[in-house]
């Protein structure tokens, strides 16, 4: 049962539910009206500007009527249908007091105890598409890793990954990169050594927000897949101390990549990155492309540094990883903003070579969006 009060200045009108009450602006509805003037009823696009809707805009009368609601807006003399069910959904009257580095709806922190049900989708199954792909998707949405298991091993077989949900992401290292590690313990250049875990390329901006990693041979022991939840990493950190979280979100690292001819990739971002509401949106941690960081007052660098330290203690709390092994035809993608991955080390002798690419959650996000939408109709 919804019931509605209009504020007599016409300015806000009242929708109450029996589990909460919203408010909603004049101006806010008008923008916001589904009317065929306003937006496409094709495309969904609005049709018109700001500057098309009259400064003193009000609402001059309001009325439900079942599972929709009337609006009459002058000075237009204008008269608009609203579905509740929209509004509802789209709310904004909180008054929920959101602590700074708060998680999004449909977002899961994890530790070492998600190896026993490490997300993963059967190839054969995601390339039909379908509820396979739309749960696999979710997943990844949700955990900011997933798993494939039983793809062709072939060279290029990661773009198919890709296929599955959106686009690759060419960088200078092309469109994408062989990770080949020859794995001979008498020579110790060519021995497989264990690499910290990271986000990859934090020296862009912006970064690659999904690596794909795609093995197709793989006959040395030892060199695991490791992920770590740099959610819930800053989340532990934060917890343990306030400060040490504010230093790092407060203030930009710098990171560089210069490593090649006529490449000089430079950015200056924060470690952990918040949307000015303080939802927590992003890690960037990589100690081989950090630069000298010099946007840190001298009064707070001892803390900054300290921060960084007990940062990538947790990182490296093998309570927070969760390890598996690709085999050739199996493959893994995380959200690059979010989860760190890291290599383990390599025992005994073999060859290992995997391709690796990027690509992009928007694309991600969209495809499960729209598969989400056409399921519920
Ligand atoms: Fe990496």
Known sequence: MVSLNLDPSGQFLTLSTPARSMRFHAIWLRDNSHDPETRSSGNGQRLISLRDVPKDTHIASADLQGEKMKILFEPENKSVTFELDWLISNAYDNAE??????IGEGVETWDTSLMENVPTGDYSELVCGGPALRDWLEKIIRYGFGKI???????GSLFQIVDLFGYVRETNYGRHFEVRTEVNPTNLAYTGLGLQAHTDNPY??????IQVLYCLESSAPGGENMVVDGFAAINRLRNENQEYFDVLADYCASFEYAGEAGVCLTSRKPIIELAPEGELTGIRFNNRSMAAVTDVPFDKMSTYYEAYRRLGEIIDDEAMEVTFRLNPGEA???DNRRVLH????YSGEGTRCLQGCYADMDGLRSTYDAMQRQASG
């Open 97 to 102: 007091v959101r602590h700074r580095g708060w």
């Open 149 to 155: 298991e039983n793809g062709p091993v072939e060279d």
């Open 204 to 209: 862009r901006d912006p970064v690659p927000t």
């Open 332 to 334: 893994f993608l995380v």
């Open 342 to 345: 890291a290599r383990k080390g």
